[in-house]
């Protein structure tokens, strides 16, 4: 180190952030590495179903023959392998734009509740699909998970189920 005090005192910093930049690259490492699993709630997203997702019966909104009819939801559970997640997908097929939110994403396993989201409220366009998606757990095969959904389309409101699913299936 420099002997006149001046030089120190400028040599000291570079120091001090080459350390700190070291210990912010490890910190960024380990974030990467034990990253939590995906999910998207409180907002609505595009999707991509795909054979992992195994869905509920497709609902419509509203009277025969009202525009609220040309709305519809979906309850699904998604099992990928030991992974599971409960999520809903809103679909307006209106000729008009229509408020969606899902006061209850809920997923049960063998009978008892995990968790219990919701999903904001958002604007649907006509033709538009989107889906929200709760956080992703991780289960032993011989579990059963089901989701539950809350489900508003306007000022409509339906209670929406997905099938039971074994965990580990496809």
């Known amino acids: 180190m420099p002997k006149n005090s001046r030089a120190r005192k400028l040599c000291m910093p570079k120091r001090f952030l080459a ?4 210990a912010f690259l490890a910190t960024a490492g380990i974030s990467v590495v034990t990253a939590a699993p995906a999910f998207a709630d409180p907002y609505w997203q595009t999707y991509s179903k795909t054979g992992t997702w195994h869905c509920g019966e497709y609902v ?3 009277d025969v023959g009202q525009l609220w009819e040309q709305n519809a939801a979906e309850a699904c559970i998604v099992v990928n392998g030991n992974l599971t997640q409960a999520v809903v997908i809103a679909h307006n097929y209106g000729p008009g734009g229509n408020d969606i939110w899902a006061e209850e994403v809920k997923l049960w396993k063998d009978g008892s509740l995990i968790y219990n989201r ?3 409220v958002s604007w649907l366009n006509t033709g ?3 889906a929200c998606m709760a956080p992703t757990n991780s289960y032993p095969c011989t579990s059963n998970v089901q989701a539950q959904i809350t489900m508003h389309h306007g000022t409509y409101v339906k209670n929406l189920w997905s099938p039971t699913t074994r965990m580990c299936t496809t």
């Open 19 to 22: 350390g700190l930049l070291t």
């Open 60 to 62: 419509t909104w509203g």
């Open 118 to 120: 919701f999903c904001y």
């Open 128 to 130: 538009a699909s989107r």
